[in-house]
């Protein structure tokens, strides 16, 4: 059986330090990485409330737009309506204008009757 070699102490110092410099190298490495996700994560926030900002303008722009419909549609309603009462003092006029041409043509064979008789 071969014998086994203790480490020295020599040895043993540089395991140690081989151990310290890898565990270093590896806490760099994930540390580097843990920086490489965040400043990724940080633009990703970044460019979602830029997105956010963007609908915020984009929602303010439809409510008014809104608004100004719903108005313009409130004075087409009353235009609507003044325009109905037109209409109606219209019609009324012209039932009023129809009356009259019937009495007008009454007045005139009346008035023809009363000449011809007054001529007899």
């Not at 309603?77 to 009324?92: A, C, G, I, S, Y």
Request: glycine residues 0%.
């Amino acid at each position: 059986m071969p014998s086994k070699k203790l480490p020295t102490k020599d040895s043993s110092q540089e395991l140690i330090k081989d151990s310290i410099t890898n565990i270093t190298r590896i806490i760099e490495n994930d540390t580097d990485i843990s920086l490489i996700d965040l400043n990724l994560i940080q633009q990703l926030n970044t460019q979602k409330t830029l997105n956010l900002m963007k609908l915020e303008r984009k929602l303010d722009l439809i409510l008014n737009e809104s608004k100004q419909i719903t108005q313009i549609n409130e004075d087409l309603t009353n235009t609507l309506t003044k325009l109905n009462v037109l209409e109606n003092q219209v019609n009324h006029l012209e039932r009023i204008a129809k009356e009259m041409d019937e009495w007008s043509k009454e007045l005139q064979v009346k008035s023809r009757r009363i000449r011809k008789q007054n001529s007899i």
